[in-house]
């Protein structure tokens, strides 16, 4: 099963449409592009340790809420594939009286949608 990609659902107040909230999206997909060889630890610590009368403050900053943004839509990306993951399981429970074929498909289908949310690839 290939990896299925969950936009995150666009929050009350962002973006004119749908439309732009994708693009907007679309545009934190993948890796950090803000200072992606800094940890979120190491960026945050720089943040706090920049000099306040050095330009440099500006783009510790500006990577900083970049990374938050991305961060934000990692995790709604990821509340959405657990909710997505839990109707799975749910119906699979309900289906126990089936035969285990169906089961199996939708374990199968539960563990895909874990491993997209959590970019897990075995």
Partial sequence: MGREAHTAVRPAGHCDDDAAWAEFARQYQGQPRSRPDLTDFALANAVFMADRSDLDLIVYQTAAK???R??????????????HTTELLASANRSTDRPSEHVSRRVREARAAIQSATGEVR
Avoid: D, Y
């Fill in 66 to 68: 970049e990374r938050i």
């Fill in 70 to 83: 991305w961060l934000s839509l990692r995790l709604a990306e990821t509340v959405e594939a657990l909710k």
